[in-house]
């Protein structure tokens, strides 16, 4: 039988020019969809509008497919599950890892400067794209859901990886169905590296581990259950009775006795972690979304909510073999209903497992002694200095308000539109700007105040300020891609709209929330 996780309760270029021209559209009127998604990635089959000038050379070609599939996640019955599956055309083969016994896509391994070209093909029967999170690419790389491609159809990505050493990841982005969609297994890690990682001597190979935290329904028949449907469920998002490490229930790592990178996703469509160790340690952060931090910084917990990431530095070797460990998830308020609620309670969270509640992620055991001495770098990274006096709006920063009106989630009280722009959704290419969130209540009833995690496509911007009620378990140093806003919450983040212009999308990561329509998009301006 299977034995479902507890709630704990307490717990201790070029910049490929070509790209950008053809992404820049020049003017607004594009909007009305010209651009048609690559139906063939055989050079007959391509827009002659996507046609490089030059021949894109990529160091790694990749066919991408997403496809119905099923793995062993229990005893008995195995599950049924959509799976990225990938065959490499050209590069290393260690580039593309898939991981054993789990759901996911494989990871792909680029490093900094290196060109990629992955051949997406929709084998699932609904209409999909890839979006390629935390990955700075041109508008027609970045799986706008108005790419979306039916089944048996391909879409071609070929693009520069420009981002700084980190992890990444990809994941569906159809409209309405990214939730739906991942929930079944379409998601995988994309880490970068470059030189300045290198340098800074983390460990490596089976010492850098990688972890994505998902949570997961399952019938008796070990089959994936999603939500009701149900709107209350919906408004608040899905919550899984099962917590997912890897694809894998009850995951325990066997370590050895030497330090590790950990770099944790949470891949969840609306779980928030509260992480800490078991035994009350501080939590060494090295890295978040955009890769390493400046230098390590502890924290008693850590916020990570979905869509962001964390890398953590965890050192065994003070420890004899037999030691265990784990890392869990601590109870936290949610917010949930507000105050003055009339329905009350928890009307549309999971019972046996509502989001805020303690219990374990996953179990490391020490299982090997080795003689590795590493040390915990003091200096881990540069983070360039982006002064907040450059923004164009640094007297008046443009205002997001999350909101809800009608049991729908909404952001300045707009939901998403495929190529709706809204005057005071246009920046200027170029230019940095200051914009903030405001998750203090926006619905007229403030009947729900819940957490909503923020992120933007195609940048990594920086955290500048943040107020509001909860002041510790923030990792806001470094560069973000996802910024959690609890209720009552504010924060300002600076963004530099310095390349690639066209039309990227910005929303909140709880993948319910996104799909109802808590999404917008963005238009960077040539001129
Ligand atoms: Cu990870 Cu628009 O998403
Ligand atoms: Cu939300």
């Not at 160091?59 to 119905?68: K, N, Q, Y």
């Not at 891949?267 to 501080?282: E, F, H, M, T, V």
Request: hydrophobic fraction near 35%; aromatic fraction near 10%.
């Amino acid at each position: 039988m299977k034995k479902r996780a507890m709630a704990t309760g307490t717990a201790g270029g070029n910049g490929r020019r070509r790209f950008l021209k053809l992404a820049g559209y020049g003017a607004l009127g594009l909007m009305t969809g010209g651009f048609r998604p690559l139906l063939d990635h055989s050079a007959a089959g391509q827009n002659p509008e996507t046609i490089p000038q030059t021949e894109f050379v990529p160091d790694l070609d990749i066919s991408l497919m997403a496809r119905p599939d099923e793995v062993a996640v229990f005893p008995g019955n195995p599950t049924q599950v959509w799976r990225y599956h990938a065959i490499i055309h050209k590069g290393d083969k260690n580039r593309v890892i898939e991981i054993p016994r789990s759901y996911l896509g494989p990871v792909i391994k680029m490093r900094q400067g290196e060109k990629i070209r992955i051949r997406f093909k929709n084998s699932i029967p609904e209409e999909s794209i890839i979006h390629w999170h935390g990955l700075h690419v041109p508008a027609i790389m970045d799986g706008h859901p108005r790419y979306v491609i039916p089944k048996g159809q391909s879409y071609l990505y070929e693009f520069e990886v420009r981002n700084r050493a980190g992890t990444y990841w990809y994941h569906p982005h159809p409209h309405g169905r990214t939730g739906p969609q991942v929930y079944r297994g379409l998601a995988g890690l994309f880490l970068v590296s470059d030189e300045e990682e290198r340098a800074a001597g983390l460990p490596d190979d089976e010492h850098d581990v990688p972890l994505v935290l998902q949570d997961r329904s399952f019938d008796p028949d070990n089959q994936l259950v999603y939500t009701s449907g149900h709107r209350m469920e919906q408004m608040t998002g899905f919550l899984g009775d099962w917590i997912m490490v890897n694809g894998m229930p009850d995951f325990t790592l066997p370590v050895s006795t030497s330090a590790y990178r950990l770099r944790l996703l949470n891949g969840s469509n609306s779980r928030i972690y509260k992480l800490a160790w078991q035994d009350g340690s501080p939590l060494t952060i090295i890295g978040t979304d955009g890769g390493l931090l400046e230098r390590p910084a502890d924290r008693r917990y850590a916020f990570l909510s979905p869509g962001e990431r964390l890398e953590i530095w965890a050192d065994f070797s003070e420890h004899p073999v037999g030691f265990e460990t784990s890392l869990i998830s601590l109870p936290f308020e949610t917010g949930g209903m507000g105050r003055g609620m009339m329905m009350g309670g928890r009307i549309g969270q999971n019972q046996s497992l509502p989001n805020g509640a303690g219990f374990t992620i996953f179990r490391m055991k020490i299982t090997k002694h080795v003689k590795k001495n590493q040390t915990l770098p003091k200096m881990l990274s540069e983070i360039r200095p982006l002064p907040q006096d450059e923004a164009v709006n640094f007297y008046s920063p443009r205002q997001f308000y999350l909101t809800m009106r009608q049991m729908q989630w909404s952001i300045n009280g707009r939901v998403f539109e495929m190529e709706g722009v809204a005057d005071d959704e246009i920046v200027q290419l170029g230019s940095k700007e200051i914009w903030e969130f405001n998750n203090t209540g926006g619905g007229m009833m403030q009947m729900m105040n819940l957490p909503h995690p923020i992120h933007l496509h195609g940048k990594q911007f920086r955290v500048i300020e943040r107020s509001g009620v909860v002041h510790e378990g923030y990792v806001d140093e470094g560069w973000k891609d996802t910024v959690l806003l609890m209720p009552g919450e504010r924060i300002r983040i600076l963004v530099d709209f310095e390349d690639y212009p066209g039309m990227f999308l910005y929303h909140c990561h709880n993948l319910e929330h996104e799909d109802m329509g808590m999404m917008r998009n963005y238009f960077v301006r040539e001129s």
